[in-house]
């Protein structure tokens, strides 16, 4: 099923995603993880509207079992108002990478520019 995230073009945004297993929460410790934003799934990476990790700092710990993906208001400032296509991926401290979600990222107009 695919998810639904918004955020306003130019301001900070914070989407968190939990690690589940079977239904079930996992602890984040030693995972790595991966969050890119395109305008089209098969753009490369390189095109990425958003590419945010935890080696880039771009995703950090929420708390034992959810990861947060950090939007800084220059992410978005520049970027045209629509609709992209996210993915985020996980890999286990033992080499295993999984996709966690994917979806629709929308970035809309922000209302004011102060």
């Given at each position: 099923?695919?998810k639904?995230?918004?955020?306003?073009?130019?301001?900070?945004a914070?989407?968190?995603f939990?690690l589940?297993?079977?239904?079930?929460?996992?602890?984040?410790e030693?995972?790595?993880?991966w969050?890119t934003a395109?305008l089209?799934?098969?753009?490369?990476d390189a095109?990425a509207?958003?590419a945010?990790t935890?080696?880039n700092?771009?995703?950090?710990a929420?708390?034992a079992?959810?990861?947060?993906?950090l939007i800084?208001p220059?992410?978005?400032?520049?970027?045209?108002i629509?609709?992209?296509y996210?993915?985020?991926e996980a890999q286990?401290?033992?080499?295993?990478?999984?996709?966690l979600?994917h979806?629709?990222?929308?970035i809309?107009?922000?209302m004011?520019s102060?």
């Amino acid at each position: 099923m695919l998810k639904t995230h918004r955020i306003f073009r130019g301001a900070s945004a914070d989407l968190k995603f939990p690690l589940l297993y079977s239904g079930v929460a996992q602890p984040i410790e030693g995972w790595k993880f991966w969050f890119t934003a395109k305008l089209l799934p098969n753009d490369a990476d390189a095109a990425a509207l958003l590419a945010k990790t935890t080696d880039n700092g771009g995703i950090v710990a929420h708390d034992a079992t959810n990861a947060r993906v950090l939007i800084e208001p220059a992410d978005t400032k520049t970027k045209a108002i629509g609709r992209y296509y996210y993915d985020i991926e996980a890999q286990s401290p033992s080499g295993r990478r999984e996709p966690l979600e994917h979806g629709y990222l929308y970035i809309d107009p922000e209302m004011t520019s102060a």
